[in-house]
């Protein structure tokens, strides 16, 4: 399993990214699909998932700004991060998991649910 992003950078406060995970080594179209970031003494956090069927779920803190989606064709996951802010600064990375968990919220976005991770790419966000 192979999970590569790309897409981070450094952006001014109320711009744009798109985030990129190329995927490999799995049925990408069958697994649960998400962003976590993690900025320094902070822990990792689950912002964005989407299952297998295409049903999302995000975090308070990125909700009607950030978009998650995915090409099955391409085995590519993106996060689409609008209106950002400098507390969005943080290493981006993208996870795997054979299966979606629920809980009573909705799709889990628990870090120790996910199974595959990425390296990461760096998002910094200056006022």
């Known amino acids: 399993v192979q999970l590569v992003e790309s897409g981070g950078g450094s952006v001014q406060s109320g711009g744009s990214l798109r985030l990129s995970c190329a995927a490999s080594?799995?049925?990408?179209?069958?697994?649960?699909m998400a962003w976590f970031r993690q900025s320094p003494g902070k822990e990792r956090e689950g912002i964005a998932v989407?299952?297998?069927?295409?049903?999302?779920s995000y975090a308070d803190s990125v909700k009607d700004r950030f978009t998650i989606s995915r090409d099955n064709a391409k085995s590519t996951l993106y996060l689409q991060m609008d209106s950002l802010k400098s507390e969005d600064s943080a290493m981006y990375y993208c996870?795997?998991?054979?299966?979606?968990?629920?809980?009573?919220?909705?799709?889990?976005?628990?870090?120790?649910?996910?199974?595959?991770w990425g390296q990461g790419t760096q998002v910094t966000v200056s006022l």
């Open positions: 080594g799995f049925t990408y179209s069958s697994y649960s």
């Open positions: 996870a795997a998991a054979p299966l979606s968990k629920m809980t009573i919220w909705g799709l889990s976005r628990s870090p120790a649910d996910f199974n595959h």
């Open positions: 989407i299952a297998s069927d295409g049903v999302v």
